[in-house]
């Protein structure tokens, strides 16, 4: 984890390489569906909801992968002969063209929502959003504003009222949630209750806790304004009570942790992965407000970002008129930092602030001091069993061995 921190990961850094499984094993899945499902016998509706389920999820497993690797190779169909197990990386220009492919078809035959058991499963608004998320890593911002827009216009989302509780599992898929992974705890079945997502952040040092892992930093907690609820509904201090009433002792080994993964200890069960029935919360709407108003603002649009922007800081100060005013500033380079500024404490703890930095171009300033090197830490390494299994035709990013 320290290699991550300080920008010294390489190429046979073993979590890269089970990154990198782990997604071609997601698309490998989805293949299977999508080659195999159309000749199938059955309910033509329910058939047509299983592909674009799988078309969804593959794009997301690219936009993973692109986002980390830079230049992936791209696998659209199960290989047909032994020529085609072993291809060389895709230039991200097309990566990125299919998964917009994939979440076009998905958005224009998924449900806008479910109701009873199919709650939960993706929908027009998951794929719009996550298009969204898309455009905005290649810029493409009349792009952002279409799909934002489109998923405003849906009227299914609003924003939760209480940030704490959004992230507790009662709240699970609630009128925020765009896309949740979704987990379960199975009584008498822990092998298969095995969401690691809430225990391996957990408060460390308490049996119903986790491992600690997931460290909030002290730049996060001087990043939110006076007041702002979202600091202690975003970050369990040591020494502190929880609002659903569990005590930190003063004695745990980190003084903070991500409240956002945290779940009541008295959910806890014995034999089971602490927190396993926490849903990972991926798209959720208020992200989709900051998208919206971010492309407003480059687009010109001010007052459309303004709205945009606002609505959220509104929900954070929950009433509270002494805290977090609305932003007022009509200046395109001020505002654009306002906007980035309120998707790093709206969003804190949910694995965007990284690669937002990136590709808002101020890695080297905010990322430099801790190793961040330019023409090379934009993207990660390519793992080196990969390229060792390719023979060489996987090809190693810049500046890396």
């Known amino acids: 984890m320290n290699d991550f921190d300080n920008f010294t990961a390489t190429s046979t850094e073993g979590q890269l390489s089970d990154f990198w499984k782990g997604q071609y094993q997601e698309i490998n899945l989805c293949n299977q569906v999508l080659d195999n499902i159309p000749a199938l016998s059955m309910d033509a509706t329910l058939k047509a909801r299983y592909l674009l389920e799988s078309k969804f999820l593959r794009a997301y497993s690219y936009f993973r992968l692109v986002r980390a690797f830079g230049d992936v190779p791209l696998r659209l169909h199960l290989p047909k002969d032994a020529s085609e197990y072993n291809i060389p990386r895709t230039p991200k220009a097309q990566v990125w063209a299919a998964i917009e492919q994939d979440l076009n078809d998905a958005a224009a035959g998924l449900p806008t929502s479910y109701t009873g058991a199919d709650v939960g499963r993706i929908t027009k608004g998951a794929a719009l959003a996550l298009h969204a998320k898309v455009a905005m890593y290649q810029a493409k911002w009349n792009d952002v504003k279409t799909y934002t827009d489109q998923v405003i216009g849906l009227g299914v989302y609003s924003l939760f009222p209480d940030f704490e509780k959004m992230f507790r599992v009662q709240n699970e898929n609630c009128s925020e949630s765009i896309f949740e992974i979704q987990t379960a705890l199975i009584p008498g079945n822990p092998a298969a209750s095995n969401s690691q997502y809430s225990q391996v952040q957990g408060v460390r040092g308490v049996p119903a806790g986790g491992w600690g892992f997931n460290v909030p930093t002290q730049d996060l907690v001087d990043a939110f304004e006076p007041g702002d609820p979202r600091l202690n509904a975003t970050i369990i201090f040591r020494g ?19 409240y956002k993964s945290y779940v009541p ?7 089971f992965n602490q927190g396993c029935q926490q849903n990972i919360r991926v798209l959720r709407y208020a992200d989709v407000l900051l998208m919206n108003a ?13 709205t945009s922007l ?46 937002d930095v990136i590709r808002q171009g101020r890695a080297a300033t905010l990322f430099g001091p801790k190793g961040w090197q330019a023409n090379k830490n934009e993207v990660w390494p390519i793992p080196q069993s990969e390229i060792d299994l390719s023979a060489g035709i996987l090809t190693q990013n810049p500046g890396y061995n």
């Open 310 to 355: 606002n609505k959220v800081r509104q929900r954070a100060r929950a009433g509270n008129s002494g805290i977090l005013p609305d932003v007022t500033t009509t200046d395109k380079a001020a505002l654009r930092n306002a906007i980035w500024h309120e998707r790093r404490v709206e969003m804190a703890m949910e694995f965007d602030r990284y690669f």
């Open 294 to 306: 971010e492309a407003n603002n480059e687009l010109g649009n001010t007052t459309a970002a303004l």
């Open 265 to 271: 200890f008295s959910m806890y069960v014995s034999g």
């Open 240 to 258: 502190t009570t929880t609002a659903e009433g569990d005590a930190i002792p003063s004695t745990v080994p980190n003084p903070m942790y991500n």
